[in-house]
């Protein structure tokens, strides 16, 4: 090899195997688009680099990943750095075996000893191995021995095994040396204490959008965009690639030649795989025949449970499954596919799923969406199908079993109550899921009875969750859908049909649609006092919430009639402290504020605030509300001081509790700004009041009450140098 030059090549492996046939070890470099940067491997391609650098560490380094997660590439673009960067001394000697085919891989072994000078008769004997690896022991040149594509590591047993350091691949003394494999299967025991495990995970963010853009063009979008598409596909580069192509290929021919409903555009290729013509956009097939070969290989290490397990993830939504809530091995034994399974067999064929890239473990900090509880200690533990592989993976086997494990997962003795945030952390997990069920109108009807009463089930579960975040327009369309299944399925007098009506009339009422829910709560009231009596519970919780809204319509008589006779049953059958007791002397004493019995109100309030802080602390939802209502009842007497603490401390910590856009923090935010500008401080309150009345504008509408009730606060309010004074308060 003359100074200077690049030694490199590639074992190019055929189904003949034929021991005299040429073999090449050149590196694939023309599959390298020389004008286009690897994105988002920076870190990795360093730290590999660094072994040629006189560091080298001696071990086997293994890439691994899903298939079209850009091991190669990675591989690539090392070689062409060190070709770059050839010390024209010495050089680099790099050798490239395509282990994808088993054939010849041998042959490979044998070639790359020839070329750093094992004798001839000895390259053909059964000490090969051992001679080549002492030679690239004491070697001072760098070098670099690449194996690409091993399906199955026991491939590189040869004469020994490659976990014990005696495999045709092993763990070396060269310090300017590395042995560098590309594999999708990053489980730890085939590979040995030798090896360092690199996972090549699917680019995120920016990452994946640019390489969309890079291949795709200017013509398909903005990076914006892009970034949904990405998204989609799951950050895969191979899919990526692949869409680009299509997409700046769309965009380079002739209109004449376009069919009216190509897709040409990140947005609409992204619609286009979720429609009836995305089977034939959809990357996944490009990969499915290698997730297929992942499965095969874990039934014959014995996972037997790994393709049943891998479908029924797949049946649930797009997002993290918490499988620690829903995948109970008791509920699975016995299933199509399950048999024999327990919770130590579940357990191992998901790390060995993962192992292999098929499914991924998610860190907690990402289980949480926009909305959930940023709380990363106390979310569940959870696992992600890539998108790529739960489309080509989903069937309709498991949408039944799906729905009985999310029924049991979501009750309340195993997930919590919705409307506790102790608990959000594990309902921002199962929510969706539960949601993405009852989208599924057409399959669920041609499931079993049982199985959509369960859908509906954890469907209204998951409604609540999304009413107690403040999200009560979204929970509105999810009750509608339960009470019709519930109808359809139980009929109209049955006791969860009428909870599933109590719920959408809670949650009309929250988005203003106050004569709806009123008619709603008079027919669960009249439903439940018709089959069990007046003072059934589902009927005084029914009565409670009619006296509720008939107290938000300024019907205010009514409201005390309604809420007074719930008071007196639920203090004679339930007891002075019970909470149903406290809420109902809670609205009553809002009426008598509002009546104008201030100090009848301030003496209710403040013992049920007693009790509440007792009985549930001082963040808890409810004593916030009492506290709330207290100061209020403050701003309304006149004790502006006291109320501008109260708010002050009840907009904080429901900000912290339950966010800044709900609508309980904002309905403070809105009292603390007008006291601001009772007090005189009216620049902070006119900012106050706008960053209210927006978030109000976006949750509940511009038409709702509280929406136009802040605009008409901000009339008069000086705006700030350069801002605009008006601003509409959304009446129509």
């Known amino acids: 090899m003359a100074a200077g030059r690049l030694d490199?090549?590639?074992?190019?492996?055929?189904?003949?195997?034929?021991?005299?046939?040429?073999?090449?070890?050149?590196?694939?470099?023309?599959?390298?688009?020389?004008?286009?940067?690897?994105?988002?491997?920076?870190?990795?391609?360093?730290?590999?680099?660094?072994?040629?650098?006189?560091?080298?560490?001696?071990?086997?380094?293994?890439?691994?990943?899903?298939?079209?997660?850009?091991?190669?590439?990675?591989?690539?673009?090392?070689?062409?750095?060190?070709?770059?960067?050839?010390?024209?001394?010495?050089?680099?000697?790099?050798?490239w075996i395509d282990a994808r085919q088993a054939a010849l891989f041998e042959d490979g072994l044998?070639?790359?000893?020839?070329?750093?000078?094992?004798?001839?008769?000895?390259?053909?004997?059964?000490?090969?191995?051992?001679?080549?690896?002492?030679?690239?022991?004491?070697?001072?040149?760098?070098?670099?021995?690449?194996?690409?594509?091993?399906?199955?590591?026991?491939l590189l047993d040869g004469p020994g095994l490659l976990a014990a350091g005696t495999g045709w691949i092993r763990p070396h003394a060269c310090s300017c040396g590395l042995v560098l494999v590309t594999t999708c299967d990053?489980?730890?025991?085939?590979?040995?204490?030798?090896?360092?495990?690199h996972p090549v995970l699917p680019l995120r963010g920016r990452d994946a959008a640019c390489v969309l853009l890079d291949h795709a063009g200017p013509d398909a979008g903005t990076l914006s965009d892009a970034d949904g598409l990405a998204r989609r596909l799951g950050g895969l580069p191979l899919a990526l690639r692949m869409a680009g192509v299509y997409l700046a290929e769309v965009n380079g021919m002739p209109d004449a030649f376009r069919e009216p409903d190509t897709p040409a555009e990140f947005d609409a290729f992204r619609r286009a795989l979720d429609g009836p013509a995305g089977q034939d956009l959809n990357p996944a097939q490009v990969i499915a025949d290698t997730w297929r070969l992942a499965l095969d290989l874990l039934h014959r290490r014995g996972f037997s449970h790994a393709a049943a397990v891998l479908e029924l993830l797949s049946a649930f939504a797009d997002a993290p499954v918490p499988h620690t809530l829903l995948l109970r091995a008791s509920a699975l034994e016995g299933q199509p596919g399950f048999e024999?399974?327990?919770?130590?067999?579940?357990?191992?064929?998901?790390?060995?799923?993962?192992?292999?890239?098929?499914?991924?473990?998610?860190?907690?900090?990402?289980?949480?969406?926009?909305?959930?509880?940023?709380e990363a200690a106390g979310t569940p533990e959870s696992v992600r199908v890539h998108p790529l592989i739960r489309d080509v993976s989903r069937t309709s086997r498991y949408l039944a079993l799906s729905a009985s494990l999310l029924q049991y997962a979501c009750a309340i003795e195993q997930a919590g109550k919705p409307e506790e945030p102790s608990a959000w952390a594990g309902w921002s997990l199962l929510a969706p899921h539960a949601l993405g069920l009852v989208e599924q109108e057409d399959a669920l009807a041609r499931l079993p009875d049982t199985s959509q009463v369960e859908a509906a089930a954890a469907a209204e579960m998951a409604a609540r969750f999304l009413q107690a975040r403040g999200l009560s327009r979204q929970a509105c369309v999810v009750f509608r859908k339960v009470m019709r299944m519930r109808m359809r399925l139980l009929g109209a007098a049955h006791p969860e049909t009428l909870t599933a009506q109590h719920n959408l009339a809670a949650a009309l009422h929250d988005i203003g649609e106050t004569g709806q829910a009123e008619a709603l709560y008079r027919e669960v009231w009249q439903g439940h006092q018709d089959a069990r009596g007046e003072e059934f519970p589902h009927a005084l919780t029914a009565r409670h919430e009619l006296g509720r809204v008939l107290h938000d319509m300024g019907r205010l008589e009514e409201a005390q009639l309604h809420l007074s006779a719930v008071l007196e049953i639920r203090r004679r059958v339930q007891g002075e402290q019970h909470g149903h007791t406290l809420s109902a002397r809670h609205e009553l004493a809002r009426v008598l504020h509002d009546l104008g019995l201030w100090q009848e109100a301030r003496r209710?309030?403040?013992?049920?605030?007693?009790?509440?802080?007792?009985?549930?602390?001082?963040?808890?939802?409810?004593?916030?509300?009492?506290?709330?209502?207290?100061?209020?009842?403050?701003?309304?007497?006149?004790?502006?001081?006291?109320?501008?603490?109260?708010?002050?401390?009840?907009?904080?910590?429901?900000?912290?509790?339950?966010?800044?856009?709900?609508?309980?923090?904002?309905?403070?935010?809105?009292?603390?700004?007008?006291?601001?500008?009772?007090?005189?401080?009216?620049?902070?309150?006119?900012?106050?009041?706008?960053?209210?009345?927006?978030?109000?504008?976006?949750?509940?509408?511009?038409?709702?009450?509280?929406?136009?009730?802040?605009?008409?606060?901000?009339?008069?309010?000086?705006?700030?140098?350069?801002?605009?004074?008006?601003?509409?308060?959304?009446?129509?």
């Open 340 to 374: 024999r399974i327990d919770g130590s067999t579940l357990w191992r064929t998901l790390r060995a799923l993962a192992a292999l890239s098929i499914i991924d473990f998610c860190p907690a900090a990402d289980s949480s969406g926009p909305d959930a509880v940023q």
């Open 8 to 95: 490199v090549g590639q074992m190019v492996v055929t189904t003949a195997a034929v021991r005299a046939r040429a073999l090449t070890l050149a590196a694939p470099l023309g599959y390298r688009h020389p004008a286009l940067p690897l994105r988002g491997r920076e870190q990795l391609l360093s730290g590999l680099l660094d072994q040629f650098r006189g560091s080298g560490d001696g071990r086997l380094h293994v890439l691994h990943g899903l298939s079209g997660s850009g091991k190669t590439a990675l591989a690539l673009e090392i070689v062409h750095v060190l070709g770059m960067r050839a010390d024209p001394a010495t050089g680099h000697r790099v050798w």
């Open 604 to 732: 209710e309030y403040g013992q049920v605030l007693e009790a509440r802080r007792q009985q549930l602390g001082e963040e808890h939802p409810r004593t916030l509300t009492t506290l709330h209502n207290l100061a209020c009842l403050m701003q309304d007497e006149g004790e502006l001081a006291g109320a501008h603490r109260q708010f002050l401390s009840v907009h904080a910590i429901r900000s912290r509790v339950l966010g800044g856009a709900h609508p309980q923090t904002l309905s403070t935010g809105y009292r603390l700004g007008c006291v601001l500008r009772d007090i005189g401080n009216t620049m902070q309150a006119r900012a106050l009041l706008v960053q209210v009345h927006d978030g109000l504008s976006a949750v509940l509408g511009t038409g709702h009450a509280h929406t136009r009730r802040a605009a008409q606060a901000l009339q008069g309010l000086p705006a700030a140098p350069g801002q605009s004074s008006s601003i509409t308060n959304g009446s129509r």
């Open 110 to 154: 044998r070639a790359v000893a020839r070329r750093v000078g094992v004798a001839g008769d000895l390259v053909e004997a059964d000490g090969v191995v051992d001679a080549l690896w002492q030679r690239l022991d004491h070697a001072d040149w760098p070098w670099m021995l690449v194996v690409d594509g091993v399906d199955d590591p026991s």
């Open 186 to 197: 990053g489980t730890r025991e085939p590979w040995g204490a030798g090896a360092v495990l």
